[in-house]
């Protein structure tokens, strides 16, 4: 690992894993129409949200004591004003990250406007490294072959991390039913694509999650597949993080990536309880609860996993 890998490692663990973040969304019209999308009930609401608002919105966070912004949508590139609002949170000495789909980065034009930035995160939501899964998963024909041409447009021209540490692009993989046994390859594959930034995360039971049950998977079946992809991800010597996941699907030595439990979100069962982490647990998420259309009792078998570390027996 060059002096600057380590560097950026450091930063990235050390610093961005204690970040906290406030969510400032911004409700365009969606270019895609992504079958797991958490925000489609909020689809083109507020689509030009004047920066007076967001600018408030920053205030807001910064009094509450949070340090980084995560400016989000439906889809935040389709805001007019979207390198102004970047300039704002770093005025006030807040870290920014967008999250996208990439569409818009795939015209090299709109690259060009983040060229003056001083410092940024973009996170690419990436669906399935075949094409035609992706275009399904995404629900927009021709968006595999969009995101691949964002993504070489990003790197080549924005110069992101490995050359910045402080541009940075991160692709996210939301684990689905028709993903997981991929994950592995998914990670080779985007590697070979020059992206050293990855997240991973589980569905969330709301938007059009409920229009599409048959992406539902429960995460004992995931969990083999998902092993396989953080070895992948370590062997590379890439960064990364787990998002919205139990520390049960993953061993007790990633704890840095655990989360505080949030009701409104996640669930807990009664083997939570006897978990000595069990108060700084994200749980799981609500729709790890539907996964079996609730006709059967809820089976967790990699909570018998020997490096969960629960106080008791199970």
């Not at 980084?68 to 704002?88: F, N, W, Y």
């Not at 964002?150 to 039913?177: C, D, G, Q």
């Not at 995360?201 to 597949?225: A, H, I, K, Q």
């Not at 996640?266 to 994200?282: A, L, P, T």
């Given at each position: 690992?060059n002096?600057?890998?380590?560097e950026?490692?450091?930063?990235?663990?050390?610093?961005?894993?204690?970040a906290?973040?406030y969510l400032?969304?911004?409700?365009?019209?969606?270019?895609?129409h992504?079958?797991?999308?958490?925000?489609?009930?909020?689809?083109?609401?507020?689509?030009?949200?004047?920066?007076?608002?967001?600018r408030?919105?920053?205030?807001?966070?910064?009094?509450?004591?949070?340090?980084?912004?995560?400016?989000?949508?439906?889809?935040?590139?389709?805001?007019?004003r979207?390198?102004?609002?970047?300039?704002?949170?770093?005025?006030?000495?807040?870290?920014?990250?967008?999250?996208?789909?990439?569409?818009?980065?795939?015209?090299?034009?709109?690259?060009?406007?983040?060229?003056?930035?001083?410092?940024?995160?973009l996170?690419?939501?990436?669906?399935?490294?075949k094409r035609?899964?992706?275009?399904?998963?995404?629900g927009?024909?021709?968006?595999?072959l969009?995101?691949l041409?964002?993504?070489?447009n990003?790197?080549?021209?924005?110069?992101?991390?490995?050359?910045?540490?402080?541009?940075?692009?991160s692709?996210?993989?939301?684990?689905n039913?028709?993903?997981?046994?991929d994950?592995?390859?998914?990670v080779?594959?985007?590697?070979?694509r020059g992206i050293?930034?990855?997240?991973?995360?589980?569905?969330?039971?709301?938007?059009?999650?409920?229009?599409?049950?048959?992406?539902?998977?429960?995460?004992?079946?995931?969990?083999?597949?998902?092993?396989k992809?953080?070895?992948?991800?370590?062997?590379?010597?890439?960064?990364?993080?787990?998002?919205?996941?139990p520390?049960?699907i993953?061993?007790?030595?990633?704890?840095?990536?655990?989360?505080?439990?949030?009701?409104?979100?996640?669930?807990?069962?009664?083997k939570?309880?006897v978990?000595?982490?069990?108060?700084?647990?994200?749980?799981?998420?609500?729709?790890?609860?539907?996964?079996?259309?609730?006709?059967?009792?809820?089976?967790?078998?990699f909570?018998?996993?020997?490096?969960?570390?629960?106080?008791?027996?199970?």
């Amino acid at each position: 690992m060059n002096n600057l890998n380590k560097e950026f490692h450091s930063l990235f663990y050390n610093k961005l894993m204690k970040a906290r973040i406030y969510l400032i969304a911004l409700y365009t019209t969606c270019s895609h129409h992504c079958r797991m999308c958490t925000a489609a009930q909020y689809n083109g609401i507020d689509a030009n949200k004047s920066l007076s608002k967001v600018r408030k919105e920053i205030v807001n966070a910064k009094s509450l004591g949070m340090t980084d912004i995560m400016i989000s949508g439906t889809e935040a590139t389709l805001h007019p004003r979207l390198v102004q609002i970047i300039k704002l949170v770093r005025k006030h000495g807040l870290r920014c990250c967008v999250g996208t789909n990439g569409r818009r980065f795939a015209t090299l034009d709109f690259v060009k406007s983040f060229k003056d930035l001083d410092s940024f995160a973009l996170k690419m939501t990436f669906h399935s490294h075949k094409r035609e899964l992706f275009d399904y998963l995404s629900g927009t024909p021709g968006s595999y072959l969009n995101t691949l041409k964002a993504m070489e447009n990003i790197i080549s021209y924005l110069e992101v991390y490995p050359k910045s540490i402080t541009k940075v692009l991160s692709m996210h993989i939301v684990m689905n039913k028709l993903n997981y046994k991929d994950l592995p390859e998914m990670v080779r594959f985007l590697y070979s694509r020059g992206i050293r930034c990855v997240s991973l995360s589980s569905l969330t039971l709301t938007g059009r999650t409920y229009e599409n049950p048959g992406l539902l998977v429960d995460l004992d079946t995931v969990r083999p597949y998902f092993i396989k992809a953080i070895s992948e991800i370590e062997r590379l010597k890439m960064v990364y993080m787990l998002i919205k996941l139990p520390i049960c699907i993953y061993e007790s030595r990633y704890k840095h990536f655990l989360r505080p439990y949030d009701k409104n979100i996640g669930v807990k069962i009664d083997k939570c309880k006897v978990c000595k982490f069990n108060k700084k647990c994200w749980g799981f998420t609500k729709v790890h609860f539907v996964a079996k259309y609730k006709k059967d009792s809820l089976k967790f078998p990699f909570l018998n996993q020997p490096d969960v570390e629960f106080v008791n027996s199970l």
